[in-house]
Each structure stands twice: as C-alpha cells, then as structure tokens.
C-alpha cells in the first residue's frame, strides 16, 4: 500500500522491519532445533534451502529489469542500474545503494528499479551471520564435551539468547548512532538492520521445544503488537529517525504477533490474519515484493509520476508474482532434482547470479550520449560560460537559445544531480532531524565583512554564486542550512506534518546572527506555506517571511531574498538523455515553472517587509517564453528543481552587483 501511494499509508516502509523479525523467526527456528538437538548447525544446507527458493525469483526479476532498464532508462542512469544489478546478485546492493547515497524512500522514475532488493540482501547478510554465529557456538559446546569426557552437552534456551544478544545490542546501538548522523545509510545498510533479524531468532529460541498452550497474554499482547504496527505504519511523527528507536514499534509489534500464534485461543490475531484472501495474498508476498517496485518505477519512467500510476502498477504487479511464484519459485523449490542433492541450490545460486551479472554489464558499461569537456579537454574561464555569456541584459529572442544540441555541454546532463555547492558536499546541510545549525566557512577566511546564507538546500544552491562574487573582496561566508527548512518565524511544515525541528532551528539560527551581527543575511528557499490555524496556510508563510526578514534587520543587517528559480519538471535528466540531439524538446513553460516555485510567496512577502532587498535572477535562468536547459554550454538545472552548482557559478557577476547594491543602501 506504501508503495502504491494509499493514502494513510506513508510510513508503510515500516514493512520491512516487520519482514527482518519474520525472516529471523523462520530462518533461524531451523538452525536452533538442529543446535539443539544435535549440538552442530551446517550452514551449507541452511544456506542452500534458502537459496532454492530466494534465487530463482530474484535472478528472473534482476535480469529482466537490467534488460528493461536497458530500453526505459536514458544514458548514464544505466550504469547505476548495472551497479545495482551486480549488487543484487551478490547481495551487497544495501550497501552500494547506501554508499551511493541514495535516499531511503526514492520516488519517480529517477528511483532504481532495484532498489527495494536491499532489504533482501541485508536479510541474506543477517541470515549468513546469524548461521555461522550457532554454527561456532555449536563447535565450542563439542569442544567443551570433548573436555569433559564426551558427555554429550546442549545449549540452553539462556545461552542461546545471550550469543544472540552480542548482535543485537551493538547493532541497536548503531543503528541509534547512525539514524542520527546518517540517517540514508543508517536505513540501508545491514549492520544497523541485524537486530530486527535478531529479534525473530530470540522468538525463534523462546519457541524451541515449547508446544502450544492457552494464554490471554500472549493473545492481548498480540492485538497489541498488530496495534503497533498499525501506529507505526500511519502515526509516526515526520521527523521520526529510521532504524532508530521508533523502529522497536513495528519490531516488537510483529514479534508479539507472532508469539500470539503459540496461544491454542481462538481470539488472537490469527482469527483475521487467516483470512483465506489474506493467506492467498501471503502465498504471493516474496515475489510480489520482488516485482511490485520495479513495476512502479518502469511505469513511471514510461507515463509519469503520479498516485494513480503507481497504484495501477503495484496492482498489475500481481499477475508476474502469481506466475513467478506458481512457475519459478514452487517449481524449483520443489524440484527432485534439488531435494535430491542438497548443495545444488548453491550451483544453480551461483550460475544465476552469473547470469544476472551479465545482464547487468551492458548497463553497467553504457555510454554517456554528451561530450562533457570541450575539443582539447581545457576548460573555459566561468566568464564565458553559462549565464556569463548573456551579458547584463539578457536577450529575450528565443532563436538565440532555441539550440538542439550542444558540441559539449557541463555538467554531463545526466550526472547534473552530482553537480552540487561545496555546502552539500560537505554536509553542511543539517538533516530532518537535527536541530542544531552547523555553521560552514567559504569565501575568504580572515575577511572583515561576513556574509551569512541562511535556508534549505534551495538556498544553498546560491553559494557557489556567493563564492564567485566574494573573489577579492574582503567576504567572509558562513552559511546555516537545513534540509527542506525554511527560514522563516512561525511553525514550519514537513509535508502535512508540523516540522518541529526546523521551529527549534530557526531559534538557533537567530542566536547566531545575533551573536555574529553578519552585514548581510541572504537567503531564499522552496517552501510556501506554514502551519497557521489549523492547515497549510500561503498567507502565513508570507507573513512568516516579513516577520523573520524584519527581525534581521533589527540585529543590524541588511537582507537580501533570492527568488527562487523556476521549478523544471522533474523528469527533466530523463527528458535531456532521450534526447541529446534535440534538446529544445525538453524547454520548459516560465509562467508555469515560476508559479510551482516559490517565487511569487517571497516576491509578495518582500513587498510586505520593504527592509529587503529582492533579487530575481529569472532573467539569468529563463531568460525567454519557453526555458532553456542549457545556456552557454552549462545544464542550468538539477534534479530537485535546483540550479547546478556550475551554472550558479557562472552567476558570480550578477550577484556581486545586485550584493553591492544591497550593501551600499542606508
């Protein structure tokens, strides 16, 4: 339902926490009777009765995702899909993904169709991990019965959960640590994920050798544990950090589910959950999940973005998990020929994973269709590039820029999502959650003049302007940013969600500038409304915005609001890569752009609040009807509706003069 954008269903990803315990109960059960009852775990055999029936669905979805990709996806977003193809195949694509810096809940055909396999190759990691940890504890019990004359010695259900426990704990506490600090990483990768697993192998421990009984505790605590998870999964606050503590809802709520199954009452949560649809729809669940999401991003790829594509596609979904499972999965898990010889399942692991590999290296090895350097390989000065060419008054005649292809364009269009200011790079930009500025130091650091830039990404994005215009002067730049934060006074928003971190941040942020008295304060941002009476309100943010601009100037300096830029479609890269040769296809519609931008919200409030100054850069980005993606040999635009750090350095001029003017006014 997460996936195909239900309504009430936003924190939906809560799934895969309750998929970890799930996995840790069924894999590990297994591992702990045969600890048990023999004092040994065999690993390989574990391993390959899992592989028979993980590997083959996942094999056929990876390759013919790399083989769609192939005729869906445009240049070099090719070669991070062939990337993940071979970390899909060798179970490594969480951290791929996570190292990359992908972003946890990708959306639009911009998200890897392979993405969610992340979850399956962490829970491959856990399950290796979890098998070789009973697997030493089992030679020590040997050893240890060696030593005490062969008497035959098992494990108890105590020590059993104390080696467990070993993993447990540390990996909570990454994952705490990580949520904090890297919270993209910290959802991706295993190490943070283990204890979820690890919390279905303790359920797996408290089982071992214990037969049903009756038990209105273990029924209310599963009503309690489904309670749970249905909070978690409609409930949590916008700022929540994921994997951390708030993850333990889900985590235990589906633990106390399962419990719930050894209660012999017939009032517990299995009542529903055995519902015959319910079960059928379980019957499908691996390969549903294997297939949901690359059916959602193709689709969106090939007829857009939006709420009623994915649903449609999630849905559609269930005819391929239907056939995988009746004709891919059943049939090999149950073929004689692997019952027969245990180890196979690794053999045929190991072939597919091959042939997953090798639908993978044509992506993997796609060319870029752009020349990102010119004839020589010297790159040009910044003055004559990008907006540099257009002069003081940029021409409004559009066969100037009606230009279809480029002999050399910079950023590479299809890596201008890379092409970001020194403030993203070096994580300048404070998370969703944290609520303490992070002030970064740039321009010239022993200037006597200090710049502040204050807001979200989309006024960082202004920096390397700031940059290029603080050459030779005696400009200090200091900049406070925050994601998706704007700076302004009332209560901000997260999507529908009040965004509390970013009040406190604001308040921060005002302590500083009050502390450091800059000469200027600029900043913009992307946001165009604010939490007021009740409901999102335009209004509010507008006056919101007077009033914080205002406040600045009280402290003694002055203020200037870059308007922000026009917002490009979002499948522009996409749009740019389809069509090197003809790249007038993708110009854009200024009117439209402008008003999806937060332009007309600050232009308002700044009539509102006369001590700003105003500088709209719109002539320098679109300069005509219809705006161009390239101006001077520079891609003006990055995904995310920003400007690329390039291109805003080629804007160093325009801002030194529209800053002069600023500072020179009484």
Known sequence: MYAAGVAGAGHGFVGVDILFVLSGYLLTGPAVRELVETSRVRVLPALAHRARRVMPPMALVVALSALVAWFVVPGARRRDIGADVLGSAGFVVDWVLGLRGEPPHPSGASASPLHHLWAIAAGAQATLLWLVALALLGRLIRRAAGREGGRVLHPTRRLLALVLALVCVPSFLFSLWQSQTSPSLAYLVSPARFWEFGVGALLA???????????????????????????????????ALWPGAWALLPTIGAALVIASGWSTGTLGPSAVLSWLPL??????????????????????????ESPGVATVAVAAALVPAWLT??????????????????????????????????AGLPLLLSPSPFTSTPPGGRMPALTSLGAATLGGQPSTDPARYAVDRWEWVTPDPQRAGDDVPASDSTRCVVDEQSASPVPCQFGNPSGKQLVALVGDEKAMQWL?????????????????????????????????????????????????????????VVTSGHARTVWDAGRPSTNGMITGL????????????????????????????????????????????????????????????????????????????????????????????????????????TLGRVMRSALDRVLATE
């Open 205 to 239: 421990v408290w089982t071992s050798g214990r037969r049903p009984y009756q038990s209105r505790v273990l029924t209310l605590g599963g009503w309690l544990g489904l309670a749970m998870i249905a909070f978690a999964a409609t409930s949590l606050p916008a700022d």
């Open 279 to 304: 079960v059928w729809l379980g019957g499908l669940a691996y390969a549903l999940y294997l297939w949901h999401w690359p059916m959602r991003t193709f689709a969106a790829a090939i007829w857009g």
């Open 325 to 358: 499972t009746r004709f891919v999965e059943d049939r090999f898990a149950d073929s004689p020929l692997v019952r027969r010889r245990p180890r196979s399942p690794l053999v045929l692991t190991a072939l597919m994973g091959l042939a997953a590999v090798l």
């Open 464 to 520: 390397p302007a700031l940059e290029e215009a603080a050459k030779g002067r005696s400009w200090r730049i200091v900049t406070y940013g925050k994601a998706g934060c704007p700076f302004v006074a009332g209560q901000t928003l997260a999507g529908r969600d009040h965004y509390s971190s970013c009040d406190e941040w604001n308040t921060r942020v005002m302590r500083a500038l009050a502390k450091d008295r800059p000469a200027l």
């Open 546 to 649: 007077a009033t914080r601009w205002q406040e600045v100037r009280q402290l003694g300096s002055r203020v200037a609001v870059v308007g922000d830029n026009p917002s490009a479609p979002t499948d522009l890269e996409a749009c740019l890569s389809a069509h090197p040769t003809r790249l007038s296809q993708c110009d854009f519609d200024r009117a439209v752009a402008r008003n999806d931008s937060a332009f007309p919200v600050q232009k308002e409030a700044a009539a509102v609040a006369p001590v700003t100054d105003f500088i709209d850069l719109t002539p320098w980005l679109c300069p005509v009807d219809r705006c161009p993606s390239v101006i001077g040999n520079v891609v003006v635009n990055r995904p995310g509706a920003r400007v690329t750090a390039t291109y805003a350095a």
